[in-house]
């Protein structure tokens, strides 16, 4: 079905495939767990399949983009249902013709650590450039976008010594996004997204968001909002709450609106049949590695508040199998812990007490004693809430052990203010609420944005 594109009157966002053919259920969706335990887990049975924004756009790319220079900013979650790389899908595509690769963290390909700088290289399998978007440059440089010749010799230099024969490639015209995010402010593919969108605004260049689910659904959020413009940064550029239950292709009409000035020419490619009490084994896609330490979907669901381990002198499970699912350190005794969180009885977890010896990251080869996160009901459980009442036990357990990185934590955070009232001694009831007005007022905020209903 060739769906013609619309402008929508409140975002300026041009939509293929309205919302109109979002497919409705017609009975209430329980959801249930991801924690471990089987029984808990078992996702919502989908009547139908969700249709990603990429499947869409393969079936019937839009008529203007239709022969113009496209550069993909993409990973290896930019795959079809069926598990084809949207990457060759494209390059055979006889209406599209794809020039460039755009690698976020972690890379093309996925196979990059946390951190881990990775350069610009020529990719053998598409022949395809791949400028890297986490080395020498976050936000795209000019001659990445429209004097790319000269900037592929000039890497090609650089690294080789040498310049080989190849095509020659001088711009782009439009600039695709096919990446699945996992929900959290803190992960960099939001803020790549982000600065993508702005360069292509500075340079005249189409921005086209290929949409993929939220994979902790699309109604809960969690956290504070980060306060903008003190604490921006590429781990959170914009004032979203921690867990911001929206999309990409929805964060990418709320940041055009909000902060892009000029803004970009963007077009946003819904899916079909994602509603937004979905979480991500509810859809029917298949979950594919979105980085080297979110492995599954309970990795996402516990990171929202795990990740604030990275900002302390615990680990978050780094350098094991059960990264962000696992927490301890080596001052740590393990049962003590599980002991003192099961007694405080949080709602939808459960901790097993756990030892572990990180292979890389903090304590390595060094045996911590701490907890493994159980959730045993995800719609009660709260990662954020979780979190903080992990970091007051530690502090009431271990005094003067649990030490904050505050520059970093807060830098995370979005804020200085939730280090401040755990410092202080406060209830982690009492923080975690204090979070809500904020919560409530983003709800309003992001209404115009939300794409699915």
């Given amino acids: 079905m060739n769906i013609p594109c619309r402008r929508s ?12 053919f979002v497919i409705l259920c017609g009975c209430l969706i329980g959801l249930t767990s991801c924690g471990s335990d089987a029984d808990t887990q078992r996702p919502i049975e989908p009547t139908n399949r969700v249709r990603i924004g990429l499947e869409i756009f393969l079936e019937s790319p839009p008529v203007w983009i239709k022969g113009k220079r496209i550069g993909l900013l993409t990973n290896p979650t930019g795959l079809t249902s069926d598990l084809r790389s949207g990457i060759r899908l494209m390059m055979d595509h006889s209406d599209l013709d794809l020039k460039v690769l755009y690698g976020p963290e972690h890379g093309v390909r996925g196979n990059a650590q946390a951190g881990e700088f990775i350069p610009y290289f020529m990719d053998e399998v598409y022949q395809l450039p791949v400028f890297s978007l986490y080395g020498q440059f976050q936000k795209p440089d000019p001659g990445m976008l429209n004097d790319i010749d000269s900037t592929m010799r000039s890497f090609d ?22 990446i699945q995010d996992v929900g959290t402010r803190i992960y960099t593919y939001i803020a790549t997204m982000a600065y993508c969108m702005q360069a292509c605004a500075e340079e005249g260049i189409a921005f086209v968001v290929l949409d993929r689910p939220n994979p902790l659904n699309g109604v809960d959020m969690e956290g504070p909002l980060l306060e903008y413009p003190e604490f921006s940064s590429f781990v959170g550029l914009y004032p979203i709450p921690v867990r911001h239950g929206m999309t990409a292709g929805e964060l990418a009409g709320y940041f055009n609106d909000q902060f892009l000035d000029p803004k970009v020419d963007l ?187």
């Fill in 9 to 20: 009157k409140k975002t300026g966002i041009r939509l293929r495939g309205s919302t109109a």
């Fill in 267 to 453: 077009h946003v490619i819904p899916m079909q049949g994602w509603q937004r009490e979905m979480w991500f084994d509810d859809t029917g896609l298949p979950w594919i590695i979105p980085s080297p330490n979110m492995p599954t979907l309970a990795t996402a669901a516990v990171y929202p508040g795990q990740v604030f381990l990275e900002g302390t002198n615990a680990s978050e499970g780094r350098g094991t199998t059960k990264p962000f699912e696992l927490m301890g350190a080596p001052w740590i005794n393990g049962n003590l812990l599980s002991r003192n969180m099961n007694a405080q009885n949080l709602p939808g977890v459960f901790f097993r007490e756990a030892w572990f010896t990180p292979t890389f990251s903090k304590f390595r080869g060094e045996l911590c004693g701490g907890v493994e996160i159980h959730v045993t009901d995800r719609t009660r459980f709260r990662s954020f809430d979780v979190m903080l009442t992990i970091l007051a036990t530690l502090r009431r357990l271990y005094p003067g052990k649990l030490t904050f990185h505050s520059e970093y934590f807060d830098l995370i955070m979005g804020t200085s203010r939730i280090r401040k009232a755990l410092e202080d001694g406060k209830d982690p009831d009492e923080i975690a609420a204090s979070c809500q007005d904020d919560l409530d007022a983003f709800s309003i905020r992001r209404e115009p944005y939300l794409l699915y209903r």
């Fill in 157 to 178: 230099t650089q690294t080789t010594g040498k310049i080989p024969e190849r095509e020659m490639v001088q711009d782009i015209e439009v600039m695709i996004f096919d």
